[in-house]
Nanobody
């Protein structure tokens, strides 16, 4: 069993930056492919970014490409989502997820474990 704990959410003005962190307990994150998803009020959960188990391959949603960066730190057993140039439409609850897949999975059904989520609010 893996527990994922997200942190780093908060409120920021448009154009600002936040860094989300995800700490998987029970296993090192290199055992899983890791992903970030988000869900805005009244909308379905959507893919944001993913990193392959090896850490060598990443994938991003078109909406965040060039602004967000997913990375992992083996020494700290942490996964990060660096979010720059934030926009009001990035406002959502952000979820960290772990997948037994090897690749940087983009579909929520490919993920086996989920965190509780952290709120990100971007004001204009």
């Amino acid at each position: 069993q893996v527990q994922l704990v997200e942190s780093g959410g908060g409120s920021v003005q448009a154009g600002g930056s936040l860094r989300l962190s995800c700490a998987p307990s029970g296993r090192t994150f290199s055992t899983y492919a890791m992903g970030w998803f988000r869900q805005a009020p009244g909308k379905e959960r959507e893919f944001v970014a993913a990193i392959a188990r090896s850490g060598g391959t990443t994938a991003y949603a078109d909406a965040v490409k060039g602004r967000f960066t997913i990375s992992g730190d083996n020494a700290k057993n942490m996964v990060y989502l660096q979010m720059n140039s934030l926009r009001p439409e990035d406002t959502a609850v952000y979820y960290c997820a772990a997948s037994m897949a090897v690749v940087a999975a983009k579909s929520s059904w490919q993920y086996d474990y989920w965190g509780q989520g952290t709120q990100v609010t971007v004001s204009s």
